[in-house]
Each structure stands twice: as C-alpha cells, then as structure tokens.
C-alpha cells in the first residue's frame, strides 16, 4: 500500500482534534498529581482506593504524550483507547449513563491520528 502525503487541511484538522482529549486528559493528570479534592472525591465514588491517583495520573499522561509525537501517535491512540475502555466499564460498574463520554473521546481520538497520519488512512480505506 501506497501511502498518500496529507493534504495541509487534514493535518491541521487532525491536530486541532488531537487537542480535544489531549488537554482533557493534562487537566485530568494536573488535577490528580495536584491532589485536588475532586480527585479524591471521584476516585471514591468510582471505587478505587485513593493510592492509584498517581499512578493513573502517570498512565494518563504517558498516553498522551505517545499521542502527541508523530512517529508514536498510533501507540498512544490504542494506549489511549484502552484507558478509555476502563472508564466506560467503570461507569457501567457503577450504573452511570456518562459510559457514552470515553467512547466518543476514543473516536475524536482516532479521527484525529487518522487525520493525521496518511499511512494510517491508507491502511484503513485500503488504497
């Protein structure tokens, strides 16, 4: 498979939805390292014992960053895509409705590396 170069709109495009989730997912990790009360408060509602904030904080960021670099921005959407498949079980755990929420972040996630990437379309529409 060929891959085609991108035209100059869709990398801008792409980039402008990769901001999307990735300033989501830094407010998230600036919140959970800070030690803000939220966090906690979320992190208790959800079930989990406050001593993982900062490791998923760290998993959170580490994502993003493989996100946000070009030559691994494939890595980082499947990384961020899984993390985003814990939250929606968790908020099915829990009976939430807010399950919807990861899964069209995972989207934007995609639609923006794909976007981005010309060798990731072409693989995916086969031309």
Known sequence: ???KTNSRG???SGWILSVIPS????SGTYFSLSGAKMVADGMIHNGYPLTLIKPLALIELACIVLFLIPRTAFYGAILLTAYMGGAVATH???GES???VPIVFAVIVWAAVTLR???LRAYITGK
Do not use: K
Request: aromatic share 6%; hydrophobic share 70%; no cysteine.
């Open 1 to 3: 498979m060929e891959a």
């Open 10 to 12: 869709m990398v801008i």
């Open 23 to 26: 300033l989501m997912m830094l």
């Open 92 to 94: 099915l755990r829990i």
């Open 98 to 100: 807010q399950w919807v």
């Open 117 to 119: 990437d010309s060798r």
